[in-house]
């Protein structure tokens, strides 16, 4: 079986702050990791991806995520967040043999001026 | 459609009613994917379907959950005599399949339908 947690469910952050999403996968098999956005009242839509490579990723609007094997993790980082960043984000795991992608439990962030 | 395309974007209906809630995916994306939003959860997994190939109905929750696709595109997913529970967002995504294996494949996401079961 797998599984992912987001360990927080809610993190406001300043304006300009760096602002760090954990996320922990539990999986027996070779994964692929995302991480989604969804905006108020709107679709997830694709941050970025790790597949395969490099274990630092970069995705859209200064996101960049980390996979580490070891700790079985992927967590996204932005050093700086705008409100606009005001969102909830969500961890996603896919295997090889698999189809659905299995989803955390997502992290509201909100930005505060 | 330049996205996935999702209706109706909210719908009320009393318990024990009948839904149909609609998905129109991206032209060309093979992969068709319902999942549903609850309140405070995470996106769970209802029904998947690629191409032809029979479809991966392992996350319904119960008999009274239903989903087609008819010729490769349109898909609709049924909830028959509705209960409270199944007050929640049912979102639907298309893909395309990548050579990695359907696990690394990117979705795109409708906005979602919003069902309140009163």
């Known amino acids: 079986a797998q599984s992912v947690t987001q360990l927080d469910s809610q993190v406001p952050v300043f304006e300009e702050a760096p602002v760090e999403l954990r996320c922990n996968y539990s999986s027996s098999v070779s994964v692929y990791l995302f991480w989604y956005v969804q905006y108020p009242n709107q679709g997830l839509q694709l941050l970025l991806k790790y597949l395969s490579g490099s274990t630092l990723v970069k995705g859209i609007n200064g996101f960049e995520a980390e996979f580490n094997k070891s700790q079985t993790s992927f967590h996204l980082r932005k050093p700086s967040v705008h409100i606009s960043d005001t969102a909830e984000y969500f961890c996603a795991l896919g295997r090889a043999a698999g189809n659905k992608l299995t989803f955390g439990g997502g992290t509201r962030v909100l930005v505060k001026p | 459609g330049a996205g996935v395309s999702q209706s109706p974007s909210n719908k009320v209906t009393e318990k024990g009613k009948d839904v149909e809630l609609r998905c129109d995916p991206i032209s060309g994306h093979t992969a068709l994917y319902w999942y549903r939003q609850s309140l405070g959860q995470g996106l769970e997994f209802l029904i998947y379907f690629q191409g032809n190939s029979a479809p991966d109905k392992s996350g319904l929750p119960s008999d009274r959950f239903s989903a087609e696709r008819t010729g490769g595109s349109v898909s609709t997913l049924t909830i028959q005599r509705t209960q409270q529970e199944d007050s929640a967002v049912y979102l639907c995504?298309?893909?395309?399949?990548?050579?990695?294996?359907?696990?690394?494949?990117?979705?795109?996401f409708g906005a979602g339908s919003r069902l309140t079961v009163l």
């Open positions: 995504a298309s893909s395309q399949v990548v050579g990695q294996g359907y696990g690394a494949n990117v979705l795109t």
